[in-house]
């Protein structure tokens, strides 16, 4: 069994990448250079595809042409606090970006005869993106059959989103358990040199660690509160 | 009302343009650099565009990167007779190329807060596309609406394909009807100078003019042995 493994780099998917490894599948390993300002994710990506040791396409798509998000334009990215990330559609939302990178997924998916797609959607800690509800997930299914030559051949290519019902402590939880190494992903919208600690994907990662009861290995420029409270609970600071 | 219309420059899409315009739609044109040997075609989109007076985006996305097709890769388009096209999907097929341009028409779409995608798919003379099908069609559509914030707010994108259970001689009566200046459309999958009159696509849109009853008005290398036929009949040869 072969399956294309959507890797950004971020603890999400490369969470899947180990969920894939572990169903036995044949994982290749694909990323996205789409001009977005934290191309730090990419290096990410990189490291987590040799670490694993598999095969890893990146593929060039400039997502700045369509415009209109402050992950890919040049406009600043909000802080908000950890409660209210679930409310509305976050403006670093890249319109039907998912939409793209699944279709070029499912373009490579085809070539190399793959019969999975990992996509690491999440419903759960979604960050209010509407592509990552299980509706979308299966919508998008049907169209990768109805749409490629494999399907019509009756050879269908599954779309798999493994933690899309797990919270981000539950993902946390697995990842370990898989031996993801945590050091080398990264989520930060930012994009310096540490991860910010304050952004939304910031927040939602280090929350996602104090409830999974372990601590991030990535190096942070400054907590928020409730993770400086959890570190000081475990005697840490 | 504000449509994202898909314009490769050839018949079927420049003929879907004309359409839009007549039904009312504030028509913006879109285009891909998609890496095509037939790269003759995006100057003819310019030309429709400019033809109609409408605005006209091209995006640059080398699915050479993808691979899997002889219209992107270096190799040889086959030769068949008219009568073979719709038995099988062609090795021209670029692997979800359609899902892939249908995507980044959806996030323009949603940029220019679009509320319509024209899409020029035919499933009566669809050369074997397997995406080119009403039920492919209306599966993108869900995934438009699921996938975008537009949906998710209640405005949903329709994605529509006026021509899609038309036959290619019916789209040429509706295209003169519309004055579709088809000398400046290129459908021809080898791109040289002239039309090669050899390829699945010059030989469709030959026998589709021939059906409509016009001659045409594109220059041609050779014509197929049916189509001098036919302007025999007419008195021309």
């Known amino acids: 069994m072969k399956a294309v493994v959507l890797l950004s780099g971020g603890l999400d998917s490369s969470t ?12 290749h390993a694909l990323s996205f250079d789409y001009g977005q300002r934290h191309s730090r994710e990419l290096e990410s990506a990189k490291k987590i595809a040799r670490y694993f040791n598999v095969p890893h396409k990146i593929i060039k798509i400039d997502l700045r042409q369509i415009g209109g998000s402050a992950l890919t334009d040049n406009i600043e990215v909000p802080e908000r606090q950890v409660e209210d990330i679930e409310k509305e559609i976050p403006i670093t939302y890249v319109p039907a970006r998912n939409t793209i990178l699944l279709s070029l997924a499912l373009g490579y998916a085809e070539v190399i005869d793959a019969d999975a797609i990992f996509y690491g959607a999440n419903a759960i800690d979604y ?3 509407p592509d990552c509800r299980p509706e ?29 019902h797990m919270t981000k402590a539950e993902i946390i939880k697995k990842g370990m358990e898989l031996g993801v190494p945590y050091e080398l992903t990264w989520s930060c919208y930012r994009g310096e040199k540490k991860a910010c600690g304050k952004c939304d994907s910031c927040l939602l990662r280090l929350k996602g660690f104090m409830e999974a009861g372990y601590e991030d290995p990535l190096d942070y420029e400054t907590y928020p509160e409730f993770y400086i409270e959890y570190l000081k609970k475990k005697g840490k600071k």
């Open 127 to 129: 960050s209010g993106y």
């Open 16 to 27: 899947v990448l180990a969920i894939a490894l572990e169903m036995g599948y044949d994982v």
């Open 136 to 164: 979308y997930v299966e919508a998008f299914e049907r169209v990768a059959n109805l749409g490629t030559k494999r399907g019509v051949e009756g050879k269908p290519i599954k779309i798999i989103a493994p933690i899309i």
